[in-house]
């Protein structure tokens, strides 16, 4: 059974950054992602990372956010940079497509003005 437990959120100022962490087990390396759920809002995509690599933002993500992943650990990261108000939600991994029993806790991030 896969898991995926997301880390690293927590309270910043308007422009600080944050990194979050998405630790994965029970699952071989597979194309990982980052989405968000703002509070009243559907969830949505942030950024994804295919098995070798290459990765993929949302367009009005792009120059602030960045995915990565380590293999040797088997966990992906969201560096998110310039944080605004507007980036407040909880943050999930999730394989890329999302599959749906996989979505765990989250991991909560406000961005305070």
């Known amino acids: 059974q896969v898991q995926l437990v997301e880390s690293g959120g927590g309270l910043v100022q308007v422009g600080e950054s944050m990194r979050l962490h998405c630790a994965a087990s029970g699952t071989n390396i597979r194309a990982m992602a980052w989405y968000r759920q703002a509070p009243g809002k559907q969830r949505e995509f942030v950024a994804r990372?295919?098995?070798?690599?290459?990765?993929s933002v949302a367009n009005d993500l792009r120059g602030r956010f960045t995915i990565a992943r380590d293999y040797d650990k088997n966990t992906v990261h969201l560096q998110m940079n310039d944080l605004k108000p507007e980036d407040t939600a909880v943050y999930y991994c999730n394989t890329y497509p999302p599959q749906t029993g996989n979505w765990g806790q989250g991991t909560q991030v406000t961005v305070s003005s």
């Open positions: 990372i295919s098995i070798t690599g290459v990765t």
